[in-house]
Each structure stands twice: as structure tokens, then as C-alpha cells.
């Protein structure tokens, strides 16, 4: 006489799968219930995250600009000033 199942350790692997299963689902009811309605969250943090990176840059700009400025005027001729000499 046969037995009707050929592997009973399938038994397991259907188990463990069925608990990975549910545990996956938990983890999604979870995520949704911090979420909430905000559908686009990650959106949201993306266009957050951008707006900050752009500040950055503009104040890294006007810092680099106002250090220009305190360092003086460079002492090279530039080619565009008009030099007046005089001879007395």
C-alpha cells in the first residue's frame, strides 16, 4: 500500500511559506498604517530632499562669492580697465 503523499516534508515548506507570506503582509499593514493617506510620500520626501540640496548650493555660492570678495581685488591687469598714465 502506497502512501497517498510521496514527500511529507513538503508539509514544512508549505508552512514556512505561508508564515513568510504573512509576515510580508504584516510588514505592508504596517508601512500603510505609518503612511497613512499620503500616497505619495516618497514624493513628497524627494521634492523635500531636492528643495534642501538646492538651498545648499545657493548659500555654497554665495559663500564662495563673499570669499572672493574678501580676498581683494587681484592685482593681475585686467584687460578691460582703461590705465591712464601720466608723465610729469
Known amino acids: 500500500m502506497e502512501s497517498k503523499e510521496k ?7 508549505v508552512g514556512y511559506s505561508m508564515i513568510l507570506v504573512a509576515a ?4 505592508i499593514a504596517l508601512l500603510y498604517l505609518a ?3 499620503d500616497v505619495l510620500y516618497s514624493d513628497r520626501v524627494s521634492k523635500e530632499k531636492q528643495f534642501e540640496y538646492k538651498q545648499f548650493l545657493e548659500e555654497m555660492k554665495l559663500k564662495q562669492e563673499e570669499e572672493k570678495a574678501a580676498e581683494g581685488r587681484n592685482l593681475s591687469v585686467n584687460l578691460d580697465e582703461s590705465m591712464e598714465v601720466s608723465n610729469p
Open 7 to 13: 514527500n511529507p516534508h513538503n508539509y514544512r515548506t
Open 24 to 27: 510580508s503582509l504584516v510588514v
Open 35 to 37: 503612511i497613512g493617506d
